[in-house]
């Protein structure tokens, strides 16, 4: 039996069901975002793509963690 999903990554299954594109496709448009800092980030989802803050600040922090080669 594998252990749960835990972290940023537990979201990700509600995120492309309530959504409908796949994580993927919201870590590219993160990535390709001309802003770099966290917060603003997650503000630009929220405001541009009607992500709820907790679905935004999961996507971000599992993108930038991966870029930073910690995920």
């Given at each position: 039996m594998s252990e749960p999903v835990k972290g940023p990554a537990s979201y990700f299954p509600s995120?492309?069901?309530k959504y409908g594109r796949p994580?993927?496709?919201?870590?590219?448009?993160?990535?390709?975002?001309?802003l770099s800092k966290h917060m603003e980030l997650v503000s630009w989802?929220?405001?541009?793509?009607g992500l709820g803050h907790g679905h935004a600040n999961?996507?971000?922090a599992h993108t930038l963690a991966e870029d930073a080669g910690r995920a």
């Amino acid at each position: 039996m594998s252990e749960p999903v835990k972290g940023p990554a537990s979201y990700f299954p509600s995120i492309e069901k309530k959504y409908g594109r796949p994580v993927a496709e919201w870590k590219d448009l993160i990535r390709s975002s001309p802003l770099s800092k966290h917060m603003e980030l997650v503000s630009w989802l929220k405001a541009e793509h009607g992500l709820g803050h907790g679905h935004a600040n999961a996507l971000v922090a599992h993108t930038l963690a991966e870029d930073a080669g910690r995920a």
